[in-house]
C-alpha cells in the first residue's frame, strides 16, 4: 500500500511538472491540453505496482516534436518550427527519480528488516 501512496504522489507530481513546461513554453492556447492529463495505477493482486498509465491528449506529442500540420519529423528543421520539448524530459528524468525514491524507500525497509532479526535473535 505504501508503494502504490508513494507512487500516485508521484504521477502527480509528473503531471504537474509537465504543466507548468507547457505554461513555461506558451503552449497553452485553449487549454485543452493542460486539462486533459490524468494518469492511473495499475496494481497486481498482492498490491504492488504493475503499471503507470498516463493519458493526455494525442496532438500534445505533435507539439513536442514540432510536428503536424502537413510537417514530419524529418521536415522540423527547413519548416521553421520549433519544437516545444514538455514531455520527454520531464518524464525520462522523473522515471529515473521514482527509482531513486523506490530505491532508497526499499533499501530502508531492507536495513530495518535486519535489525530486527538480529534483534529477535538476541532475545
Known amino acids: ?6 507512487v500516485e ?6 503531471i504537474e511538472r509537465w504543466e507548468l513546461e507547457i505554461v ?8 485543452q ?12 493482486a498482492n498490491g504492488n505496482v504493475d ?11 505533435f507539439i513536442d516534436m514540432g510536428v ?3 510537417v514530419t519529423v524529418a521536415e522540423v528543421a527547413q519548416s ?6 514538455w514531455y520527454n524530459t520531464v518524464f525520462f528524468g522523473q522515471v529515473k527519480r521514482l527509482g531513486e525514491i523506490l530505491a532508497e524507500k526499499y533499501s530502508k525497509a531492507a536495513i530495518m ?9 538476541k532475545a
Do not use: D
Open 51 to 61: 503499471r503507470i498509465i498516463f493519458a493526455f491528449e494525442y496532438y500534445g506529442k
Open 68 to 70: 503536424g500540420r502537413g
Open 33 to 44: 491540453l493542460l486539462r486533459s492529463f490524468t494518469s492511473e495505477i495499475i496494481t497486481q
Open 113 to 121: 528488516a535486519i535489525v530486527e532479526s538480529i534483534e529477535i535473535a
Open 1 to 6: 500500500m505504501e508503494q502504490t501512496q508513494t
Open 24 to 31: 513555461r513554453l506558451g503552449i497553452n492556447n485553449t487549454g
Open 9 to 14: 504522489a508521484w504521477a502527480k507530481y509528473v
Open 80 to 85: 521553421g518550427r520549433t519544437p516545444k520539448p
